[in-house]
């Protein structure tokens, strides 16, 4: 599956970050703030970059936290 490798953070001043990782468990996201500060947030703090993605992918890694929270 796809993933984004870009986020943008939605908390303070809405600035995109690398993403180091998506932790699809636990439905949050790593975020990498600078080379030594990493930020974990819920995946509902981010809007993820989609701007390489074809409708069918976004969908995809879209419905693999919906799959997760049916799950528990």
């Not at 993933?3 to 975020?31: D, R, S, W």
């Not at 990493?38 to 992918?57: H, L, R």
């Amino acid at each position: 599956m796809k993933t984004p490798t870009h986020a943008k953070l939605l908390l303070g001043q809405n600035c995109k970050y690398p993403i180091e990782k998506i932790h699809f468990k636990t439905q949050q996201v790593t975020l990498r703030e600078s080379e030594k500060v990493y930020n974990t947030v819920s995946i509902k703090s981010v809007e993820f970059d989609f701007s390489d993605f074809t409708e069918a992918e976004i969908m995809d890694f879209q419905g693999s936290f919906i799959y997760k929270e049916q799950e528990e």
